[in-house]
Nanobody, 127 residues
Framework: QVQLVESGGGLVQAGDSLRLSCAAS????????MGWFRQAPGKEREFVAA????????YYRDSVEGRFTISRDNAKNTVYLEMNSLKPEDTAVYYC????????????????????WGQGTQVTVSS
């Protein structure tokens, strides 16, 4: 079955950077809109960023705009989330997700609109 495997999480200090990766298998990767979501303890899962099938268009939640960058390499079936200037409030489990709908035709910020999910990777930012 489809697999999405995240990596790159860890414990960092405020102001540091991390790069998350999500490797996809058993799906036609370039046909999927990809998204990153996160979930902090006691909170609902929230949208972080999304990228179109060819990587031309991206969207971000306001609180990460300018600090995070989503990108993808369709040749490697991998989507990335570059996170800079990390803050303690960025602490969460980060999940990648695949949506078979095109970005412009999807509810890209709605977790319920995604078809496949990874297992998550923990990001902890200390102050």
């Amino acid at each position: 079955q489809v697999q999405l495997v995240e990596s790159g999480g860890g414990l960092v200090q405020a102001g540091d950077s991390l790069r998350l990766s999500c490797a996809a298998s058993r799906l036609t990767f370039s046909s999927y809109t990809m998204g990153w979501f996160r979930q902090a303890p006691g909170k609902e899962r929230e949208f972080v960023a999304a990228i179109s099938r060819r990587g031309v268009s991206t969207y971000y939640r306001d609180s990460v705009e300018g600090r995070f960058t989503i990108s993808r390499d369709n040749a490697k079936n991998t989507v990335y989330l570059e996170m800079n200037s990390l803050k303690p409030e960025d602490t969460a489990v980060y999940y990648c997700a695949a949506n078979r709908r095109a970005l412009y035709n999807s509810n890209y910020n709605d977790a319920g609109d995604y078809d496949y999910w990874g297992q998550g990777t923990q990001v902890t930012v200390s102050s």
